[in-house]
Nanobody
Framework: VQLQASGGGLVEPGGSLRLSCEVS????????IGWHRQAPEKQRELVAT???????SYADSAKGRFTISRDNAKNTIYLHMNSLKPEDTAVYYC???????????WGQGTQVTVSS
């Protein structure tokens, strides 16, 4: 499985971005795809997850501001991020795996910087 993340950039506080993760290869029938992020000198954090069943979950830091969605026709997962804060600055990664276990395929990461 290959994942290609894109959509990061520089945005002012309060702004919005949409990250994309295109998935290709041998996609399982049942799977979970998550967006993770890692800020400098901090541990990697799971931000949001969506499963092949369509269920989604969010970290407390993302609830109410971020939305994860998918386009099955394009094999693409999106992370819509609104009301961005400086503390959202991080490298964002998408990751793929079976539901309920640690993901075993990772994309290359896309930088998100929230700054005025």
């Amino acid at each position: 499985v290959q994942l290609q993340a894109s959509g990061g950039g520089l945005v002012e506080p309060g702004g919005s971005l949409r990250l994309s993760c295109e998935v290709s290869g041998n996609i399982y029938n049942t799977y979970a795809i998550g967006w993770h992020r890692q800020a400098p000198e901090k541990q990697r954090e799971l931000v949001a997850t969506i499963t092949s069943y369509g269920s989604s979950s969010y970290a407390d830091s993302a609830k109410g501001r971020f939305t994860i969605s998918r386009d099955n026709a394009k094999n693409t997962i999106y992370l819509h991020m609104n009301s961005l804060k400086p503390e959202d600055t991080a490298v964002y990664y998408c990751a793929f795996g079976r539901i309920g276990v640690r993901p075993n395929f990772w994309g290359q990461g896309t930088q998100v910087t929230v700054s005025s």
